[in-house]
């Protein structure tokens, strides 16, 4: 015969085990998240006052190339790991790096940031290299175990964004005769790729499940054509050679991309989101994918700069995902509500008109870029800032409703 404890009763049921370790270290969007917004908050202001020349500091990298390189694998890459450290939790049912292994991940990434602005360029080079495999094999060994090989893909392109990495070191140090600008755009274009894999999972999802009686119907060959366009117009954006038929088939390509994800964002009936800012946010942001591709496609033509492109990519669409999804998927796996406060809904327009001004107001007006520049970094830090005042506590704690992760 069992014994009961004195302050329990036989109808109650037994109390849930004890969430253990650091908060931070439950859950691997925790420290990236983290990581990634204050590093969005200090990284831009730094690089305008760069750029402008209100600011003199010995870097690993020569400015330009330190902020495309660390924008893209410093602050984008910390919350697409935090995103897939956290959901192939929820896609196998197995346990993700936590507690010291998820604090060593992030200390690397850390370390690799602040090298870059404070070490020789071999120790930058070295622990920035060494993140994106790391994590790729424990991605992969999870969804190896599970069985999961629809996710294998994703865990591919962080493969892929290692070689990238790779070859961009190698022609900063000359062993590689090629631009760096050709591997940072190769990283640029997995990134959206990764986006659009994403989006497509979550966004019409995240749009049914809060619009009750809602049912999208989301046609698979519309999603097959909007992939294999975009990831054409892309590959074609940054290997083929600039010449005049290459530049033809290449802009070509980007438009059909583009008008394949306008007609891929309308099946998700993005005008039923304008009263939840935490569903517009995502909707309007992939927007800004379209309008990257054919901003690369007008560049092709050579009617503009590649910067716009590459801006609409960088800012609009990546920031705004990620500005979206750190507010959504915090939330949800700190056990709150998923809606959100009018300081965030600030932080979704900021990051907004952030990507706005930089990619409009210089092809309107080119002599402005130092003004655009400052409006767009004061848009992008505020918009940040708020995102860290709100979100560093929760981050920093147990899950609302107690449970662990």
């Known amino acids: 015969m069992t014994t009961l404890p004195l302050h329990a009763s036989p109808s109650e049921p037994p109390a849930a085990p004890q969430p253990r370790g650091w908060p931070l270290l439950r859950l691997g969007f925790r420290p990236f998240y983290l990581g ?45 790991l935090g995103f897939l450290l956290t959901a192939v939790k929820a896609w196998t049912g197995l346990a993700t790096p936590r507690g010291a292994f998820l604090g060593a991940l992030a200390l690397l990434w850390l370390a690799a940031r602040v090298a870059a602005v404070t070490g020789p ?20 060994r999870l969804l190896l175990r599970a069985r999961n090989r629809r996710n294998l893909p994703l865990a591919g392109m962080l493969m892929l964004l290692a070689l990238a990495n790779g070859v961009f070191h190698l022609g900063v140090t000359g062993v590689l005769e090629i631009s760096p600008l050709v591997p940072l755009h190769a990283a640029l274009a997995l990134i959206v790729m990764i986006e659009c894999v994403i989006a497509g999972r979550v966004i019409p999802a995240f749009t049914m499940s809060a619009t009750p009686g809602l049912k999208l119907q989301v046609r698979a060959p519309v999603e097959r054509a909007a992939m294999a366009l975009t990831a054409l ?35 998700w009936r993005p005008a039923i989101t304008r009263h939840r800012p935490i569903l517009w946010i995502l909707h309007l942001s992939h927007a800004w994918i379209p309008f990257g591709l054919a901003l690369l496609a007008a560049a092709r033509f050579g009617w503009i700069g590649v910067s716009a492109g590459v801006h609409a990519l960088a800012i609009g669409a990546t920031a705004g995902l990620i500005i979206g999804m750190i507010t959504r998927t915090a939330r949800g796996h700190t056990g709150r509500a998923l809606q959100v406060s009018r300081p965030e809904t600030t932080a979704y327009v900021l990051v907004m008109l952030a990507a706005a001004v930089r990619v409009l107001l210089p092809l309107a007006l080119p002599t402005w870029l130092p003004m655009a520049l400052v409006l767009s970094a004061a848009g992008w830090s505020v918009a940040f800032a708020i995102y860290l005042f709100i979100y560093t506590p929760w981050l920093l704690k147990t899950r609302f409703d107690g449970k662990d992760g």
Do not use: C, E, K, S
């Open 233 to 267: 117009g892309l590959l074609l954006w940054v290997f083929a050679p600039a010449a005049a038929g290459w530049n033809l088939v290449g802009g070509l390509a980007l438009l059909f991309a583009a008008l394949a994800q306008v007609v891929r964002l309308l099946q």
């Open 121 to 140: 360029y071999t120790l930058y080079a070295v622990l920035d290299l060494a993140l994106l495999p790391l994590v790729a094999a424990v991605l992969t």
């Open 36 to 80: 990634a917004a204050v590093f969005a908050l200090l990284a831009i202001p730094l690089w305008v006052a760069l750029f402008l020349g209100q600011w003199n500091l010995t870097m690993a990298l020569p400015p330009l190339l330190w902020h495309a390189h660390d924008m893209l694998f410093g602050f984008a890459i910390a919350v697409i």
